[in-house]
């Protein structure tokens, strides 16, 4: 089975903060996705990485930053956390580019006071 | 990506039959359909996908319509722990990356 693992469940962060989140995956997936969910916005794109050292812009990149060093691991910065980024941080991988068959993490629950 | 409809909530007893229906009328031909869920708390999980015709894994069953404007997703024997959001989806086809997008889902709660 994929295993996505993220580095933390929940977290508390406060505002100006630099806030690091870790996903790691286990099945060589070419292609990793960082997505935010919120109550009635539904699930959003903020990153993605198609390749080591690869990465591309999503539907809401601004406030974020994004480091693929190595295949298994995805990272997402937050560079100065704001009270609007507190949400459900959720990384995904996927074995071929295009493909729907996203494989989750458990999500963290980030919050920024 | 064409426009789902699926119910906001079902219910269903253990052991039964779940059938989930969606409904994605403006699909095109080169659109497939995927189901995911999302027990609380958790992050989604990929059930099933299909293109036109029906398939089965061992999670579950997708029924697409041969004018494929709806399916229907069948969890075979329900249990609790198949209580979750329901989500279809037919994400537009070219798409590079893959970007998934959900809907509001079913919500489906399985009673003992």
């Known amino acids: 089975d994929v295993k996505v693992t993220q580095s933390s469940r929940y977290l508390v962060k406060r505002t100006g903060e630099k806030v690091f989140l870790e996903c790691v995956q286990d099945?060589?997936?070419?292609?990793m996705f960082w997505y935010r969910q919120d109550p009635g916005l539904g699930l959003r794109l903020i990153y993605f990485?198609?390749?080591?050292?690869?990465?591309e812009k999503g539907d809401i990149p601004e406030g974020y930053s994004v480091s693929r060093e190595k295949k298994e691991r995805f990272s997402l910065i937050l560079e100065s956390a704001s009270t609007n980024q507190t949400s459900m941080y959720l990384c995904a991988s996927s074995l071929l580019s295009g493909t729907r068959n996203q494989y989750f993490g458990p999500g963290t629950r980030l919050t920024v006071t | 990506d064409a426009k789902t409809t699926q119910p906001p909530s079902m219910d269903c007893a253990e052991g039964r039959a779940a059938n989930l229906p969606c409904n994605h009328s403006t699909i095109s031909g080169n659109e497939y359909v995927y189901w995911y869920r999302q027990i609380h708390s958790q992050g989604p999980q990929y059930i099933i996908h299909?293109?036109?015709n029906n398939e089965t894994n061992e999670m579950a069953s997708l029924i697409i319509t041969e004018d494929r404007k709806s399916s229907t997703l069948i969890l075979p024997h329900a249990t609790l722990r198949d209580t979750a959001v329901y989500y279809c989806i037919a994400p537009a086809g070219g798409t590079s990356y893959g970007k998934l997008t959900f809907g509001q889902g079913t919500i489906l709660t399985v009673h003992p």
């Open positions: 990485s198609y390749d080591v050292k690869m990465k």
């Open positions: 099945m060589d997936h070419e292609n």
């Open positions: 299909g293109l036109k």
